[in-house]
């Protein structure tokens, strides 16, 4: 088994396994795609996202496969990246190594596979489809490993370099119960919220067409983000979104409850000094601690 | 009475007023600087963001001054707003045009001034002080002009020309009531929540540093916004945020009902389709009305 990866599949060609593969052969590393959707198949073919199309699923799921590819990297919907492990069962303990993309990761189970390890590739794009794809998307980002089947040390260090060394990423690893908690809390409420906010003004029929004020954008652009992958990261990391959501609630009727009671000072140039404190305070994590 | 502005004096030269200040310049506009805080107006005078400073606020306060200046605008937190119109009362219903920048308008009571009109140019930065200065900041930006005082046709003329004609802004009229509740929708509220989100992960002591994931950059912009201004706004504005957080609520609660009842759904490349149809229509809207 070679440490570094000379070819690569990525199944599920939208936005993040497009930008994977241009990434991927900027480095000389021969890829081939596949994608359920056949159009789309045709698409990344013709836009030279990759250098060859499988058109045969069946192609993969066959042991003779590690001949032709070293990395398969699985990059669907959260939801159907446990599917698609699973169809791939002949190729579990096998030279080829395999990854996901997926945000979310409590909800994949595998018995007894040493070849598939997890990684989430952290990217702040709310584009989706191969057209959006940036061979940059990834450079010099995070990307959070996961390895809860305990596979073999050569398919992990293969992976580690593999992202390291073409795609130019900082690795890092993770349990699963640990990386599904902050990313609950630092992107996925982030999401859910965002949601929720432009929910909240299309329901109140207000007339903010041409008035929206300074903060709503970025609200918008996380609200704009491919809604399939939303659905199942919120279902799949329901539990973890609970308890940072729980939290949440509880910083705003901290913050409601100061302005609530806020009094009017009469100093001229006075102001409300808690309220302030505390918002300064927010202030200063954000800048010790990002 | 001029219908254009020649000179213009800017008090509170911080980041919204010193960008008015080298916007005004840039155009020939004469740019008077008045600053409580010492430093700051020196500063100003040394960078040139203002042409000359007052140094005595009794020479602004007095009729003599409309030989001087056109225009006044008055750009300090919410709250002090309303205390410096009262200290300008000597020049109240005089030839000089008076505005503010206030992010908030209702608390702005005054009995008998048909020289003040109120604006609110819109620019969506998250820096303070004379330093984050740009001349570009609200260039072909909006600008919300409210009128309570029903101040003469001339003075609200005279200051509509200066934003369109100078700053180069795009001015709409709306009243105060509408004005509040819009932007606690638009601005407060994502403000408020970014603060909210920041504080909860701040207190839940998880150790986000190097893995803050894609969304929580967008909160973190906001939150490390000036927090005298923001304690301001809150305060002042509770009534319109709360409304607008009791949307947001409704609107929390309804996709946590779909997340947490979705069902898994047995069919490969099945999805919760209920949770993504709502979430397609939040995107949509997002699509069609901004």
Redesign the interface.
Known sequence: MKNTVESVLIIGLGMIGSSIALASRSKGIKVYGYD?DSPSLKLALKEKIIDESIENFDEVNNKKFGEKVDLIIVSV?P??TQ?VFN?LQEIWNTSITITDTS?VKNHIKLDGADNIVLSHP????HKSGALAADKDLFFNK?N?ICNPFNADEEHLNRLINYWEDAIQMNT?I?SVSDHD???A????????????????????N????????????????????N??M???I??LN?VD??K??A??Q???N???EL??E?KEIPD??N??SI??E??????S???E??
Do not use: C
């Open positions: 359920l919907p939801r159907k599917e169809q945000s952290i990217a702040g794009s995070k959070v890092s993770m908690l902050i990313f809390m630092t992107s996925h409420l982030p999401h859910l919220i965002s949601y929720a906010l432009i929910d909240s003004i299309r329901l109140s207000a007339d903010v067409n041409e008035n929206a004020g300074g903060g709503l954008k970025e609200f918008l652009r996380l609200s704009s983000s809604s399939e939303w659905s199942d919120f279902t329901r979104l609970i940072a959501l939290g949440f509880i910083s705003i901290n913050l409601l302005i609530t806020a001229v140039f102001h409300l309220l302030k505390e918002l300064d305070e927010i202030k994590f954000k800048e601690n990002f």
